[in-house]
């Protein structure tokens, strides 16, 4: 089956640095990807769409010069929290879609300190 | 705005037990629902998926209805076992006209299955 991989599994970082999570679609070619955000005993939240050749599209309340996404390749999608702050700290879930089915990867979690 | 709910929030059963995990949504105008199970500090598991044409899906031991015009689902585990203990989650598709892909989640219920 379908299998997408996140690095990092988890980070803890110093407030207001920057940090990388990558997603990966193993074994197939994604054209479109999703970032969630999960809070603890929260719902999923959808961040952004993340579209292979082209920007971002962002939910409501997101700040994209925040969050930002580079889908530079069919396989790999990129999500940068920039100057992160204690209130960043979250699991962040990305997917990607092959045909109708979105798969996901086993999340980041991300503490800011 | 769509909202899902999943009700119970936490749920804890004997083994052996069959069960019913709930999910509403508030308008039925979805493109297909899907159930997800997430197990502590992993990402998601894709169970069951139904076409809103659809009116139930089965897999194994795991049922999913669907009733759109009431705006629910349901998951049914059938002998559930100690490894069915995670957290399962809900999300619908909305029905978008410009073809969001966006889902929507419920908070999910916490399932533990006492051995």
């Known amino acids: 089956g379908a299998v997408v991989s996140q690095h990092p599994s988890w980070v803890i970082c110093k407030s207001g640095t920057s940090v990388k999570i990558e997603c990966r679609s193993l074994?197939?070619?994604?054209?479109?990807m999703f970032w969630y955000r999960q809070f603890p005993k929260q719902s999923l939240m959808l961040m952004a769409t993340?579209?292979?050749?082209?920007?971002?599209?962002?939910e409501q309340g997101v700040e994209k010069d925040k969050f930002l996404i580079n889908h530079a390749s069919l396989t790999l999608s990129t999500l940068t929290v920039t100057s992160a702050h204690p209130e960043d700290s979250s699991f962040y879930i990305c997917?990607?879609?092959?045909?109708?089915?979105?798969?996901f990867g086993p999340g980041t979690r991300l503490l800011v300190l | 705005k769509q909202e899902v709910t999943q009700i119970p929030a936490a749920l804890s059963v004997p083994e052996g037990e069959n069960l019913v995990l709930n999910c509403s949504f508030t308008?039925?105008?979805?493109?297909?629902l899907q159930w997800f199970r997430q197990d502590p500090g992993k990402g998601l598991t894709s169970l069951l998926l139904?076409?809103?044409?659809?009116r139930e899906q089965t897999s194994g031991r795991l049922n999913a209805s669907l009733d759109k015009s009431s705006g629910r689902s349901t998951l049914y585990i059938a002998a559930s076992q100690p490894g069915d203990s995670a957290t399962y989650l809900c999300?619908?598709?909305?029905?978008?006209?410009?073809?969001?892909?966006?889902?929507?989640f419920g908070k999910g219920t916490k399932l533990t299955v006492n051995p």
């Open positions: 997917s990607a879609r092959e045909f109708e089915t979105q798969y």
């Open positions: 074994d197939f070619q994604a054209t479109t």
């Open positions: 993340s579209n292979e050749g082209s920007k971002a599209t962002y």
């Open positions: 308008d039925s105008a979805i493109y297909n």
């Open positions: 139904i076409q809103s044409s659809q």
């Open positions: 999300a619908v598709r909305p029905w978008d006209q410009c073809g969001s892909e966006k889902l929507v």
